[in-house]
């Protein structure tokens, strides 16, 4: 709980972002990371879950934009996750793969400020 503002900031809503301004590619790049489909989760629009390591999944959940609400997007760690890995760690890992999300993005798909 104690990283969780560094964590929005740097991971979730920069991860926002690119699904936001490249939903087609945001959902290209999940799926080549074999994001696995979650039923019926925080009732989001889009639920998936990544498998970066073994033991530490991060389910990625996101809201459409509705009626003037704007879009939203929450990374979650399991449980157990602390457990096989610190915090820390799963901060980096959460960064990392938002920055390689970023980059790839840029690439392919034009500029993300």
């Given at each position: 709980?104690d990283?969780?503002?560094l964590f929005?900031q740097?991971c979730?809503r920069?991860m926002k972002?690119?699904?936001?301004?490249?939903?087609?590619?945001?959902?290209d790049?999940?799926e080549?990371?074999?994001?696995?489909?979650?039923e019926?989760?925080?009732?989001?629009?889009?639920?998936?879950?990544l498998?970066?390591?073994?033991?530490?999944p991060?389910?990625i959940?996101?809201w459409?934009?509705?009626?003037?609400?704007?879009?939203?997007?929450?990374?979650?760690?399991d449980?157990?996750?602390?457990?096989?890995?610190g915090i820390?760690a799963?901060?980096?890992?959460?960064?990392?793969?938002t920055r390689?999300?970023?980059?790839?993005?840029?690439?392919h798909?034009?500029v993300?400020?």
């Open positions: 709980m990283w969780y503002r929005g740097t979730e920069p972002k690119v699904a936001d301004t490249y939903s087609d590619l945001f959902g790049l999940v080549i990371f074999n994001g696995q489909p979650v019926n989760h925080y009732q989001s629009d889009v639920a998936l879950v498998h970066p390591l073994p033991l530490v991060i389910l959940c996101y459409h934009p509705d009626e003037g609400l704007a879009s939203d997007l929450n990374l979650y760690f449980a157990s996750a602390e457990d096989n890995l820390e799963m901060y980096s890992l959460g960064t990392g793969i390689m999300f970023e980059k790839l993005a840029l690439r798909g034009g993300v400020a």
